[in-house]
């Protein structure tokens, strides 16, 4: 996989969060990470923080909260 690819997924979904490129491109989250780094530096794609409520305040996994971040292309 290359810069180019991860462009193009980008462009064509608009949106995508971690999870989802690194499953698509079958790699681990942490070398996807680095490989959107470079593109959040050159000022071609943006990520955002959401807090995303969880599907039970009790839940034990994540105390009722989630954060997941969202990548999108701008240029």
């Known amino acids: 996989m290359i810069l180019s690819d991860i462009?193009?997924?980008l462009m064509q979904?608009?949106?995508a969060t971690l999870g989802d490129l690194a499953i698509h491109f079958e790699t681990e989250p942490e070398a996807m990470q680095g490989m959107l780094d470079q593109w959040i530096?050159?000022?071609k794609v943006t990520s955002y923080k959401v807090q995303a409520g969880c599907c039970s305040k009790s839940c034990a996994?994540?105390?009722g909260e989630s954060?997941?971040?969202i990548y999108e292309w701008t240029a």
């Open 7 to 9: 462009k193009k997924y």
């Open 13 to 15: 979904h608009k949106r």
């Open 41 to 43: 530096r050159k000022g």
């Open 61 to 63: 996994k994540c105390g």
């Open 67 to 69: 954060n997941m971040e």
